[in-house]
């Protein structure tokens, strides 16, 4: 009797087994350690719903693009998009998936989050080494009434590569044509100042150890961690302090309708209350993929997202795309992911 | 009789014969376990240089003086992360060496018996500490620690004098070459000082107690009868630590600053070769960058080879001198 029924369970075990593995082919992707926790989460809530598996690799934004040109991932993710001649050239197409922000942290005495104020080009220049003081006229002459301490700055960049430096020079580079001359744009860059932390939780403690300086972090890992963030001024005039609602202002703000293959970075976006350092994240898989069921699935999961992963990304600090920027991306798709 | 002599004549024929044989067999095998770590060595080195070549054709000489590293030009060089490998071992076995002597000499010859277990159990607890332990020590405690105290100090007071006073100038950010150099040298003592020990006791009791017996003190023991005896053993137990100094990674990357400048100051950031590679490796996106970090990993390679060949001559001047 029991020798049976054990029979039987194995048996019934054996069958849903196969029954799964025939059912649901699991898709892959690598790229950008930024996206992570939000693919991670959606990933798990996704397999609830349907059972199908997400597996995602945050191999770097550098290691995503890679991976996908090699074909050995069904999608590649990368916080700086793909230039329109270079996905032409592999027959890849690519499209935002999330929107974040990187915001300037500093470690001085009695200053709230949010309460310090900097403009784009005052930030270059401590940047780049020329304001090294924090009772600097050009700090004090915006920051009227804080205690700006005679200390000197110290400016803590990332070490490794990363798309949260990424953004951050670009915007840099947009509002100082000395930083776009002197230092220019990249994933990583030659930094003319300062020392240099692994990863935001790198970047973090070298600015928590280090009296009088400054740094950049994704937001939200700003928030977790109590941070002192800063206020940013705008391409508007206004000085914008990040938030969720600001950067989604910057990301309605942006001028996606005229962008080819959504290239475009959403730094100092023109909106009136748009934060000027948000980011995107672009995910970026082939239009005539090698193995077609596993790419109309992983489109599948991200139009899953789209419509039902915004409450998941807003709980981990990211912000959900724009419903107008949704309808561009599917119909983006419809004409170039034709699988 | 004769019988018997001759069934003997042929068991001893017989295992000459067998004994030959696993001789030959244990001979090749320790013969083809010798050329692994040679085979092994030069693959890792070939691999290296050829995944570098990029680098050494782009750059040519110039990437060994270069202090440029510039990702967005596209421009390489390796001087810094050279000149921080080598500053930073040199600090730590400066100040792990003589610790390690100590530790080792207190154990063998001065401490009371019971002491020796506990304290050769927390070496080797020591030596198991994964690395990215001291590094988290060294940037939540000793980092703020020497920012606020120590830094500052040698900033004021050693930093005005005339030459050495250069090394000891800068901003009191508690990161720096000099904190590197503090955390390697403190993952290092337990292999030094673990070696050196196990030497120390090798020393024949005999000679010791001769000594003693002639009238020595401790310290002539120590200086005329024990050192002289281990000499080459503990300068491999040097080597080891000096290897881990140079090649290590995850705690130099917490406490260094990994900022590529060169400059004369411990106090002040800089790079060194295996926290570069550490670093930038995953979003090299370039074939030039990747290949310039390879060639790194070569170059790390050959600065241990020449530090160690030159510490090899150094013990043969010395073995010379002695014949004298």
């Known amino acids: ?339 | 009789m004769s019988v018997a002599s001759n069934t003997l004549a042929m068991e001893v024929d017989d295992r000459a014969s067998k004994d030959g044989r696993n001789d030959r067999m244990f001979r090749w095998a320790v013969t083809a376990a010798g050329f692994f770590v040679l085979l092994t060595l030069l693959a890792a080195g070939l691999s290296m240089f050829w995944g570098g070549r990029e680098a050494f054709q782009t750059f040519g000489f110039g990437f060994l003086t270069s202090t440029d590293w510039d990702p967005v030009q596209q421009k390489f060089g390796a001087l810094v992360p050279i000149y921080g490998t080598v500053v930073t071992a040199a600090i730590a076995m400066l100040i792990a060496v003589p610790i390690s002597f100590g530790i080792a000499l207190f154990l063998t010859e001065v401490s009371p018996t019971w002491m020796r277990t506990p304290i050769g159990a927390a070496i080797e607890l020591l030596a198991g500490i994964p690395s990215i332990i001291y590094g988290m020590w060294g940037l939540f405690v000793l980092v703020p620690y020497l920012g606020e105290h120590v830094f500052p100090w040698l900033d004021e007071n050693v930093g005005p004098l005339p030459i050495i006073g250069k090394l000891f100038q800068g901003p009191p950010l508690g990161i720096g070459m000099l904190t590197a150099g503090l955390v390697l040298a403190i993952m290092v003592i337990p292999f030094i000082s673990s070696v050196m020990r196990e030497v120390f006791l090798t020393v024949p009791t005999r000679l010791k107690e001769s000594a003693y017996a002639l009238g020595s003190t401790t310290t002539e023991v120590v200086w005329h009868i024990v050192l002289p005896y281990t000499r080459s053993a503990v300068i491999g137990g040097i080597f080891l630590g000096l290897g881990r100094a140079l090649g290590e990674t995850m705690a130099v990357t917490f406490v260094l600053g990994n900022a590529h400048f060169l400059t004369t100051s411990l106090l002040e950031p800089g790079n060194s070769i295996a926290a570069t590679i550490a670093n930038e490796f995953t979003e090299a996106d370039s074939p030039l960058y990747l290949s310039s970090l390879i060639a790194l990993g070569f170059l790390l390679f050959v600065v241990t080879f020449i530090v160690l060949s030159i510490a090899k001559f150094m013990l043969m001047g010395l073995k010379r001198r002695e014949g004298n």
Do not use: C
């Not at chain 1, 945050?58 to 040109?69: P, V």
């Not at chain 1, 915007?171 to 044509?177: A, T």
């Open chain 1, 1 to 339: 009797m029991t020798k049976s029924l054990k029979l039987s369970i194995a048996a019934l075990a054996l069958a849903a087994g196969f029954a799964v593995t025939a059912q649901a082919e699991d898709i892959t992707g690598a790229g950008a350690t930024f996206v992570y926790p939000a693919l991670s989460k959606w990933s798990a809530d996704y397999n609830k719903v349907t059972g199908n598996q997400v597996n995602y690799q945050s191999i770097g934004s550098g290691g995503g693009i890679a991976q996908i040109k090699a074909k050995t991932v069904d999608f590649g993710s990368s916080d700086a998009p793909m230039k329109p001649a270079d996905l032409a050239q592999f027959g890849l197409g690519q499209f935002p998936s999330v929107i974040g922000g990187v915001v300037p942290i500093v470690n001085l005495k009695g200053i709230a989050p949010g309460a310090i104020k900097f403009t784009g080009p005052l930030l270059a220049d401590i940047f780049l080494g020329k304001v090294n003081n924090w009772n600097d006229p050009a700090i004090a002459a915006i920051n009227p009434g804080l205690p700006l301490p005679d200390k000197r700055i110290t400016v803590v960049h990332r070490s490794d590569g990363s798309g949260t430096t990424f953004n951050w020079v670009n915007y840099l580079s947009k509002v100082s044509p000395e930083w776009k001359t002197k230092v220019g744009e990249g994933t990583s860059v030659k930094w003319p100042a300062g020392v240099g932390g692994k990863g935001n939780e790198g970047v973090a403690a070298y600015t928590k150890q280090i009296p009088g300086s400054i740094g950049y972090v994704e937001l939200s890992y700003a928030l977790v961690n109590k941070l002192v963030y800063g206020a940013v001024k705008n391409k508007a005039g206004k000085f914008i302090t990040p938030s969720i609602a600001s950067f989604q202002a910057a990301a309605a703000s942006a001028d996606w309708k005229n962008s080819k293959d959504f290239f475009l970075v959403m730094t100092d976006a023109p909106g009136a209350d748009a934060y000027p350092i948000a980011a995107t994240n672009f995910i970026i898989m082939y239009k005539k993929p090698k193995n077609v069921a596993r790419s109309r699935q992983a489109r599948e999961f991200f139009k899953w997202v789209y419509a039902n992963g915004d409450a998941a990304a807003t709980s981990l600090g990211y912000v959900p795309l724009p419903p107008a920027l949704v309808t561009q991306i599917e119909a983006y798709w419809a004409t170039n992911f034709k699988f």
